[in-house]
């Protein structure tokens, strides 16, 4: 039970700095603006994606699109969730990395059923690194799912 704690309250953190993040930006950024944090590197700004990642699915079916985008992901977090929950043997960083995962998830997820959308308002474009606009929450999954993939490559020997 003592493991467990720490789990829920990395998901709780995460989806915590997703909601007030959207929340503030929300309520102090008009839709589509254009704030330069950092010269023309590091934006703010309020766009509301009806899709999921850079917009895909967003001209999907209404039916298609909570099949998609609320239905399956709600499912399979929740899956992931009771499965960290019950594994004894899950590593602290493993752990981390799969609390990442579901907080952002579920983060991104509540706007969907909220809301219909997903606030994003973070842009970056720095030489050649230029990302889509995303939110906080996909920092947290992008975050959880590298040190997943690094973790995984770490303990397989790879032979050539």
């Keep these: 039970m003592l493991r467990k704690i720490p789990v829920v309250l990395l998901v709780l953190l995460n989806f915590a700095c997703d909601q007030i993040s959207k929340d503030i930006v929300r309520e102090k950024v008009a839709p589509n603006d254009y704030i330069q ?33 609320q239905l399956i992901p709600m499912v399979v977090l929740v899956g992931l969730l009771l499965g960290i929950l019950r594994k004894q043997s899950l590593d602290r960083w493993s752990a981390f990395a799969f609390a990442c995962v579901i907080g952002g998830g579920i983060g991104n997820l509540l706007d969907r059923i909220a809301y219909g959308k997903v606030t ?27 040190l997943i993939l690094f973790f995984s490559l770490r303990s397989k020997k790879i032979s050539l």
């Design 37 to 69: 944090i950092i010269e023309d590197n590091f934006i703010l700004t309020n766009v509301e994606n009806t899709g999921a990642m850079l917009g895909m699915g967003q001209d999907l079916p209404p039916v298609a699109k909570i099949v998609l985008l």
């Design 120 to 146: 994003d308002f973070l842009h970056i474009r720095v030489g050649v690194l230029k990302t889509g606009i995303f939110n906080m929450a996909d920092v947290s999954v992008t975050l959880g799912v590298l």
